[in-house]
């Protein structure tokens, strides 16, 4: 597994992160400064584990997710709306229930 630049551990170095919290008691967050990351993310990691196993602490594509766009970012958007929808949103903004 291809683990990206700035990840602190492989995978193989959170499940032994997970493996010695669960197996031998240590304290997630005493394991969390040895290992040079925040609490939250050994919680996160612990988390994954208990949900899918060692494979949920396989690397994560870090993409941002797009959102379609409201209906009031078409409506300044050139190409936005076309026909009726087009139509419809002028209608309301000359009727001013649209600004």
């Known amino acids: 597994m291809h683990s990206h630049p700035n990840a ?4 193989r170095g959170r499940l ?7 197996d031998q008691g240590r304290s997630l967050p ?3 400064a040895d290992a ?9 990691w612990l ?17 941002r997710h797009h959102h379609a766009p409201s209906r009031r ?3 300044h958007r050139p190409g936005g709306f076309q026909g009726q929808s087009l139509a419809f949103a002028i209608g309301l903004q000359q009727q001013g229930l649209v600004t």
């Open 47 to 63: 988390a994954r584990f208990r949900a899918g196993g060692p494979a949920a602490l396989a690397d994560r594509r870090s993409v």
């Open 8 to 11: 602190r551990l492989t995978q």
């Open 30 to 32: 005493e394991l969390a």
């Open 73 to 75: 970012q078409q409506l």
């Open 36 to 44: 040079g990351i925040s609490l939250r993310c050994a919680y996160k």
């Open 16 to 22: 032994r992160l997970i493996c010695q919290h669960l």
